[in-house]
């Protein structure tokens, strides 16, 4: 069965780095530099890893939080205004900064800016300076949790929002406190008897 070229060029190189040069370095492959036996050519840093995006829309997420049309967000698309989408076809997703510069070109629309000079716009700006001019939250609020002990055995846990709907969070807290007391009075008076 023959090999690839892939495999005997691997089988090339390997012979190659066995060879020893002089005070014990290896020999560069053969075949390098202008006048054969040159150093091989510098290859290019690789771009770091990054962690996939956490937040990722289809086409009619964007639709649905920006109104447009997909065919006006391809069309935003194709004349520069939004980069491409990630992957090809149906499963196509997109980031944040997608559903940022839709925001930013209906708010610059609605100001009777030209697409011209909103594409330009656009440009300069990153996504974080984006969610600025936009006073967009780009990150989800801190989870922040209030624990509220009913009976050594009984606890509620109250997300605390942080003002938001807090007077009708409190109530709520408050009405189920009100219906659990005769419960946990009798709890008490059962463990206080033992």
Request: no cysteine; net charge positive.
């Amino acid at each position: 069965m023959g090999r690839s070229g892939r495999d005997r060029g691997r089988d090339r190189d390997d012979g190659a780095r066995g060879r020893r040069g002089a005070g014990g370095t290896a020999a560069p492959p053969a075949g390098f530099g202008p006048g054969r036996g040159g150093a091989p050519p510098r290859g290019r840093l690789a771009p770091p890893l990054v962690a996939p995006d956490p937040y990722r829309y289809t086409m009619a997420d964007l639709e649905e939080q920006t109104n447009l049309n997909a065919r006006t967000i391809r069309y935003y698309i194709s004349q520069g205004l939004l980069p491409s989408a990630h992957g090809r076809g149906p499963g196509a997703t997109y980031d944040l900064g997608h559903l940022l510069r839709l925001r930013a070109i209906l708010l610059l629309k609605a100001a009777h800016q030209p697409l011209e000079e909103i594409r330009d716009r656009l440009s300069r700006l990153s996504d974080d300076e984006l969610a600025a001019m936009l006073e967009v939250e780009t990150r989800p609020p801190e989870d922040r949790w209030r624990r509220v002990e009913l009976h050594p055995d009984i606890e509620l846990h109250v997300r605390d929002l942080g003002g938001r709907d807090g007077a009708a969070l409190t109530e709520a807290v408050e009405l189920i406190i009100g219906y659990a007391r005769p419960v946990i009075d009798r709890l008490e008076e059962r463990r206080d008897r033992r």
